[in-house]
């Protein structure tokens, strides 16, 4: 079983508010991500870390933004949170020796709902 | 880029058996992974293909033809806990730089 986990699991706040999702790993992985995904639909990667001090944005323009200070550590900050925000926010993390497998494992999620 | 088709919908009888197909484009292609995501709930890995053929892990097993950039996942007894998303995701790209692409899922809607 994968140790990744995210904090909150449930958010609602009002619009304006200063937010950030917590995703922790234990793992060791190098490689970190943030996804974004509306109920039913496709998952939209958003962030991305290949290592400390490593971030870049993923192929959906996202507001939001992350800081990777240690390995085991990548939240994701949101300065001003809007209703177009609301949405289901996953973290994960892989590790990709050489030419490996760099599987996915994903944390639980965060439901985030902006008012 | 890369990109990944699926069908979007499927159903099918419990105790059956269903394959459900993804079809990719890539450039130095090196790994697919089958994932499956229950409503609500977070992705789970379930298996990996990066020589062509056969995988199998119990119910479930995968195919790879990177010729033909074709896979399958197929999924035998179905079970009602089966129905679900899964999710065909391509590990590719060129110059050193590779990244993970998920395709749209397909929903699975295993019926008695």
């Known amino acids: 079983e994968a140790d990744i986990y995210q904090t909150p699991r449930y958010l609602v706040i009002g619009t304006g508010k200063k937010i950030t999702l917590e995703c922790s790993q234990t793992?060791?992985?190098?490689?970190m991500y943030w996804y974004q995904q509306d109920p039913g639909m496709e998952l939209h990667l958003i962030h991305y870390s290949y290592g400390v001090n490593s971030t870049e944005k993923g192929d959906l323009s996202s507001e939001s933004t992350v800081s990777r200070i240690r390995t085991e550590h990548f939240p994701l900050t949101l300065e001003s949170a809007r209703p177009s925000h609301t949405s289901q926010y996953l973290c994960?993390?892989?590790?990709?020796?050489?030419?490996?497998?760099?599987?996915?494992?994903f944390g639980p999620g965060t439901r985030l709902t902006v008012l | 880029g890369q990109n990944i088709d699926q069908p979007t919908e499927m159903t099918a009888t419990e105790g059956a058996i269903v394959q459900i197909n993804c079809t990719y484009q890539?450039?130095?292609?090196?790994?697919l992974f089958w994932y499956q995501q229950h409503a609500g709930e977070a992705p789970t890995f379930l298996s990996y293909n990066v020589l062509d053929g056969l995988e199998e892990k119990g119910r479930f097993s995968s195919f790879l033809s990177r010729s033909k950039g074709y896979s399958y996942l197929l999924l035998k007894e179905l079970q009602m806990k089966d129905s679900a998303s899964y999710l065909c995701a391509v590990r590719g790209g060129s110059g050193g730089y590779q990244k993970v692409t998920f395709g749209t899922g397909t929903k699975l809607q295993v019926i008695p």
């Open positions: 994960a993390s892989s590790v990709s020796p050489g030419l490996g497998t760099d599987t996915q494992y």
């Open positions: 793992m060791g992985h190098d490689k």
């Open positions: 890539t450039s130095g292609f090196n790994g």
